[in-house]
């Protein structure tokens, strides 16, 4: 008797817990985020940056702050076998953009430098509606030039691209100074004079702040902790004249813009690089404060990681929490993935001349899709139905023997007979020119023709 082996099923495999796939419906709003972003950075003279998804640890402990949420309990870090080095995946993009800022030496650039960036970030965060493992986030650091202009500049930026994705009106703008270390010192301790003593109201994490940085307790969520804020030392006693004057700097110039904000000196970010301007989007909607976006100046972070004084000024927006509200507003993302036409065939001669009329209409800007397996006629109009194209070019061995295509209105069912070698300019005119999705790379780049140095040599030798 033969034993019966018995087989187990295979593990069913899930995203990590707070991560999720893209999926192409989302991908249409990932679409125009992206565009909208690239667009209007252009249009203010940014430039793309990319820097590596993981860095050294200490990057962030010393960037981002060591007491901070996002370091203390969100890192994701790990050490490489051989030489022991700590790396973290990246939280948050400004430190890696200002180390790179120092490491490749665009101090020597024209200042300010203005970049920007659209990429993944990884938080150990608890994972909820907005909240998210790995998330993406859109973002501009302008960096080199402390004048307000810049900052009002930014969140002008910011909110440029709110309007263009049509959530504008759900998002009010917060707005705070900080101040700079010297009066951030002095508020700090005024601050934890006022909380000494009243630690038995404050959260467990408030009390941890009052010893290592109160001005945290400010930001906090717990209510006890907010009803005691709200009688706490104020900032404005504190700050020093070239800091009152810069925010009111800030002010004059949103105002000139005509740029809607709300004065909130409640407002302290989690990030520890930020001094006097900090900013955030808020959308109110859905009753929960739900930051979209937020930034500020952060002018001693260049000389923080080993740079010379530098000061400078960013924003982050959030993509995933940017979707949703859009989604939430009711706004449509164009589908420009919608096939134009489908190509059927039946038999071997039919599927070599349907595979050169998807190579020609493809490469003449169309959207076409063929069914080149070995489906059935019924079985490949209905893919096309399900696919909601327009148009069918239907061929078999009779068609391609007497050099002829069927040309089917899908909607109507109507069908004309037209020859073959027409068929595409045909497809073009019903489908129109403008609807062409045309891109053509050659057109673009451009061979560098001048003569380099060492070929200079190789020509008089
Ligand atoms: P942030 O406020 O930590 O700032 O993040 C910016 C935005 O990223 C948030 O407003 C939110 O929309 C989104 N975000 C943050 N964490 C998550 C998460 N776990 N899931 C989904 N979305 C999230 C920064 O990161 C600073 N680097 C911004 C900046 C640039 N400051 C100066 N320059």
Redesign the pocket.
Known sequence: MSKEKKVSKPEKFQAPRGVHDILPEEHAYFTVIKKVVRHRARQAGFRRISTPVFELKNLFTRGVGEQTD?VEKELYTFATKKDGDEYALR????AGIVRAYIQHGMNQLPQPVELYYIEP?F?H?RPQK????Q?H?F???VIGEPDPGIDAQIIQLAATIHEDLGIADKLKLQINTIGCPKCREKFSNQLRDYFIGKERSLCANCVRRLAENPLRILDCKNEDCRILAENAPKFENVICEDCKDHHQKVLELLDAVDIKYTENPQLV???DY?ARTVF??WNESDGAQN??????R?DGLVEQLGGTATAA??????V???IELMQDSRMLAPDKDQIDIFVAQLGFGAKKVALQILTELRGRGVHALGALGKASMKDQLGKADKFGVKYALILGEVEVREGKIILRDMASGVQEVIPIGKAVEKVIKKIGEKNLDRYDPSGELKKDTTVRPEEELLIRD
């Not at 907005?130 to 493992?133: A, D, I, L, P, V």
């Not at 930051?291 to 500020?296: D, F, H, I």
């Open positions: 996002i939280p948050e993009g400004t970030f938080r965060d907005g909240r998210y493992r998330f986030q973002g501009f650091e970010r989690g990030l930020y955030e989007f930051s979209v976006g937020g930034g500020g952060y000024c960013g924003y982050a927006g959030g995933e929490r940017i």
